[in-house]
Each structure stands twice: as C-alpha cells, then as structure tokens.
C-alpha cells in the first residue's frame, strides 16, 4: 500500500502569508494526487487534482506542483478562510491513501 | 445541482450491523464510480471503499474487507454500505464521494461530498 506523509501537521500564519504544505508518497504516483480543504463539522472539499490543477470554482491564490514522491500545495496569499486542514490523497491504485492532514491555524 | 445525500447511521452494538444509503442526483450516476470515506472523532479521513461505475468492480480497505459490502442500484440513483460485524474502531463520520471523472479505472479525485452520516458502536 502507498503511504501519504504529510508536514507540518500543523501550521501557524498569519493573513497575507505564502504558506506550503508537503505531502510524499512512499512510492511514485506519477501525478495522481489530490488536495482538499476540510473545515469542523463540514464535509472535504476539492481545491487541487492531477497534482496541479485547480478544481473549478477554487481561488487562484490556491497551486499545486510536484509529480512521483514529492508534492506540495501552496497558498499565495493567505486569507482568513483559509484557516482549515488541509488533506492530500493519492489516486494511483488501490487502496487510496489520505495524508494525516495540516491544519492551518491563525497566528 | 449535483448532490449526494447519506442517510442510515445510528447507533449499533459491537458485533452489530447497520446500512448506509447514498442517494444522488444532478449527474449520470451510472457512469460514475462511487466511494465511502470515513472520518472517526478528531482523526482524518479514511478511504473505505469503491464502486465502478461500469463492470462492477469493488475494492475495500483491509480494515472493512469481508466485514463491509458496498453495491449500487443505478436505477435509484442510490450507493448502500452494507457494515457487518461492527466493532467499535468503526466509528466515524461516513461520507458519500463522487469521482471526478466518469469511467475512472484506477481511482480518482472525489469532487462531490454528501454531508456525512454518523456512525457509533458502542455497547
């Protein structure tokens, strides 16, 4: 089974901040990766698919890049709705994987 | 609109069963695979298991293998998880998940959530 590793598990920042999140998966899965953003007592959402293509409807200050092992989401400019957790997931084969999640906090 | 709504959860004992229902609407439900994630109390979220959307393939997470059964009606538009022999590890936060595309063969993103249903072994 394919791994997830996800850093930080958490994150302080402040509105305005760059903010990047990693994910690696224990073995390559070319570009089938997936970002979601889950916010308490809601259901995930999908900002980030392909690795780093941005699912419709989703902020362009919202980027994905990375392909094989090593991925990262990044939030250009940090905005109050922001403050979530934050999930990869890799879609190469089963068993799908999530990462343990980041949870963005407020500084 | 494109939505999925669980219904089903409850309350169970260890050992217990309980069956979950997803029904859909706004999309081709046929021509989607369809999952089950969970997300226990304060934990992240667990992919549980898939349905294809043509051919009829399942797959299962070994923590639900030979315990849960997921099938389809396509004529009800409905997703079911039927859950056998619950233990208490099986308690979460059920999610209905859409896949991204139509005819994903080796899995996909999931870009529509159901609202969840809760699920809670206990004795």
């Known amino acids: 089974d394919i791994q997830m590793t996800q850093s930080p598990s958490t994150l302080s920042a402040s509105v305005g901040d760059r903010v990047t999140i990693t994910c690696r998966a224990s073995?390559?899965?070319?570009?089938?990766l997936a970002w979601y953003q889950q916010k308490p007592g809601k259901a995930p959402k999908l900002l980030i698919y392909?690795?780093?293509s941005l699912e419709t409807g989703v902020p362009s200050r919202f980027s994905g890049s990375g392909s094989g092992t090593e991925f990262t989401l990044t939030i250009s400019s940090l905005q109050p709705d922001d403050f979530a957790t934050y999930y990869c997931?890799?879609?190469?084969?089963?068993?799908?994987?999530f990462g343990l999640g980041t949870k963005v906090e407020i500084k | 609109e494109v939505q999925l709504l669980e219904s089903g959860g409850g309350l169970a004992q260890p050992g217990g069963s309980l069956r979950l229902s997803c029904a859909a609407s706004?999309?081709?439900?046929?021509?989607?695979?369809m999952s089950w994630v969970r997300q226990a109390p304060g934990k992240g979220l667990e992919w549980v298991s898939t349905?294809?959307?043509?051919?009829?393939?399942?797959y299962y997470a070994d923590s639900v293998k030979g315990r849960f059964i997921i099938s389809r009606d396509n004529s009800k538009n409905t997703l079911y998880l039927q859950m056998n022999s619950l233990r208490v590890e099986d308690t979460a936060v059920y999610y209905c998940?859409?896949?991204?595309?139509?005819?994903?063969?080796?899995?996909?993103?999931?870009?529509?959530w159901g609202q969840g249903t809760i699920v809670t072994v206990s004795s």
């Open positions: 998940a859409k896949d991204r595309y139509s005819g994903s063969a080796g899995g996909d993103a999931f870009n529509i």
């Open positions: 706004g999309f081709t439900f046929s021509s989607y695979a």
């Open positions: 349905f294809s959307g043509s051919g009829g393939s399942t």
């Open positions: 073995q390559t899965i070319s570009t089938w």
């Open positions: 392909k690795a780093s």
């Open positions: 997931q890799h879609y190469n084969s089963y068993p799908l994987t």
